[in-house]
């Protein structure tokens, strides 16, 4: 998996690469080509931060995409700047505004909003380092 810049994603599987981009008619697309993180999960399926178009999973054997963002879900904020897979199988999401935490098999979404006075707080990073999870936090 590799994310381009503006371009959409290319993924390579058994000596195949395979290019996915925004096609505007098409709502089981990519919805954004800006890819600003990724995250693959013990089945394969590989989850896609997006720079204003929310979280996206794609099922890379069938190469069906499936949409989580405010509108749809509690997904925190649509610009998502990281994601971790945990080992009890939650996905992490950091984004511009807070932290949202998906149960891998429901796919219920919850959030933690961060805001310090009236200071956004965008999660830029998470980390596992032999013990707790530790989050980066920019203030904006």
């Not at 891998?104 to 032999?130: A, D, H």
Request: proline content about 1%; charged content about 20%.
């Amino acid at each position: 998996m590799d994310r381009t810049l503006g371009g959409g994603l290319d993924c390579y599987d058994n000596g195949r690469f395979t290019h996915y981009k925004n096609m505007v008619k098409n709502s089981k697309s990519l919805t954004d080509n800006n890819i600003v993180a990724l995250a693959e999960d013990k089945s394969g399926i590989v989850w896609i931060g997006t720079s204003g178009s929310g979280l996206q999973s794609l099922n890379p054997r069938t190469g069906e995409f499936n949409t989580y963002n405010t509108t749809t879900s509690d997904l925190a904020f649509n610009t998502v700047s990281s994601l971790y897979i945990t080992r009890d199988n939650s996905l992490m999401i950091g984004t511009s505004r807070g932290l949202s935490v998906m149960d891998l098999s429901t796919k219920k979404i919850i959030s933690f909003r961060l805001y310090l006075f009236f200071i956004t707080l965008n999660i830029t990073s998470i980390v596992l380092n032999e013990g707790p999870i530790k989050i980066k936090i920019k203030i904006f």
